[in-house]
Nanobody
Framework: EVQLVESGGALVQAGGSLRLSCATS????????IGWFRQVPGKEREVVAC????????DYADSLKGRFTISVDSAKRTVYLQMNSLKPEDTAVYYC????????????WGRGTQVTVSS
């Protein structure tokens, strides 16, 4: 069974930092790219960042470059999202998802973790 489990969400003050984790299981890790997304109620889900360990590549939403960093521990099958200089507008539910390399569609999703940034 494929599983992606997010953790690390919390309430934090503006200017603070958080590190989210996405623990994965049930699929061949090196054959997939892992992405982080976020969604605010009433708004469309937006991509935050993605990483492919086998292709040694990362990509970020332009608006988040410099504040957010995606990384991976392949031995633990876990992908991290380090978020610094957090702003109230970063408040959202953050999801991780997996897609096969070369595919545009994310096949597997976690349930999300809430990040709330207070002003």
């Amino acid at each position: 069974e494929v599983q992606l489990v997010e953790s690390g969400g919390a309430l934090v003050q503006a200017g603070g930092s958080l590190r989210l984790s996405c623990a994965t299981s049930g699929f061949t890790f090196d054959d997939y790219a892992i992405g982080w997304f976020r969604q605010v109620p009433g708004k469309e889900r937006e991509v935050v960042a993605c990483i492919s360990t086998s292709e040694n590549s990362t990509d970020y939403a332009d608006s988040l470059k410099g504040r957010f960093t995606i990384s991976v521990d392949s031995a633990k099958r876990t992908v991290y999202l380090q978020m610094n200089s957090l702003k109230p507008e970063d408040t959202a539910v953050y999801y991780c998802a997996a897609k096969q390399l070369g595919s545009e569609k994310y096949d597997y999703w976690g349930r999300g973790t809430q990040v709330t940034v207070s002003s």
